[in-house]
């Protein structure tokens, strides 16, 4: 039998650790610790994964050095972080996409989400947004649906990638609004859209609000319409919400939070536990947070965030299904 296999018992078949941990070698951390983004850089997973690991630094001691690898939607950094060594050595800077929609949505899923991975905590909670560019004469999402409905197949929208929460943002969009015919154009992060948004090449898009995202519109390069949560966020007052559009449906919030491989050994997951514990007691961590337009979310033990994940799941699986969103 294998040792992952042997792991699983109870509770910890969601989470992925039990009493047969091996211990660890030596001091933890005795070497560098990488850190997988499976997003591209400049994006508000990769921007919460860095603070992270900023945060976290002090109180842990070693490095940990991020390392961005992108590619369907988050699928492959994330494939790779499940087969690594469960030592402590690689973690997941995973969010909703990678642990609820891929798995969810995809036919043929490379990892599970609560059996190949422990989940650290949950870092914060961050609403996705509806962007523009300027030259788009719609100052809010019924502005924006009426254009789509009086051009149908004018307008692209613009996401993180195939498969991801973005990508559902936008579908879900089109739904809500009435069905709009509005072409997706997948990217392989939410910086590059956003790039692409503010040189005009597509119109609009879909993604996670990001402080890259908020200083942007603050410069007028581009206009986020509307956040798709249920208040407006703290970092931005000015930023409707869907829901003030009439979208009640249009309520996509979404989770990041430190994974890493399952069979981690009980006491490093406890030492990665117990840094971010007091990384999130203090400022750096904190203030990053909410000037990226994200919600801290201040008590996420493992235990608590496996639980936490696997609700998610189930809240997401009906909306999924229904809308019809499948990733080949």
Known sequence: MKRRDVLILGLAATIGFGP?????????????????????????????????????????????????????????????VAR??????????????????NPIAMIKPPYDPLRDFVPIGVVGTTPTAILVNPSVPARNLRELAALAKASPGKYSFGSAGAGTITNLTGELFKIQAGGLDIQHVPYK???????????????????????????H???????????????????????PTSIESGLAGMRVLVFNAIFAPSGIPSEVLEALHQATVKAKSEALLRDGLEKAGADLVADSSPEKAALFIRDEIARWRPIVKASGFKIE
């Open 20 to 80: 047969q941990d091996a211990p660890a070698q030596g001091k933890y951390p005795d070497r560098p610790i990488r850190l997988v983004v499976p997003f591209a850089p400049g994006g508000e997973t990769d921007l919460i994964g860095r603070l992270w690991a900023q945060a976290v630094t002090p109180h842990l001691g070693g490095t940990i050095v991020v390392e961005n690898k992108a590619g369907a939607g988050g699928v492959v950094g994330s494939a790779e």
């Open 84 to 101: 690594a060594r469960a030592d402590g050595y690689t973690l997941l800077s995973g969010q909703t996409t990678t642990h609820v929609i």
């Open 189 to 215: 992060g939410g910086a590059p859209a956003i790039q692409d948004v503010i040189a005009g090449h597509i119109p609009m898009a879909a993604l996670i609000l990001s402080s890259t995202m908020l200083g």
């Open 217 to 239: 519109h603050r410069a007028g390069k581009l206009r986020i319409l509307a956040v798709n949560s249920d208040a407006r966020v703290r970092a931005a007052p000015d930023i």
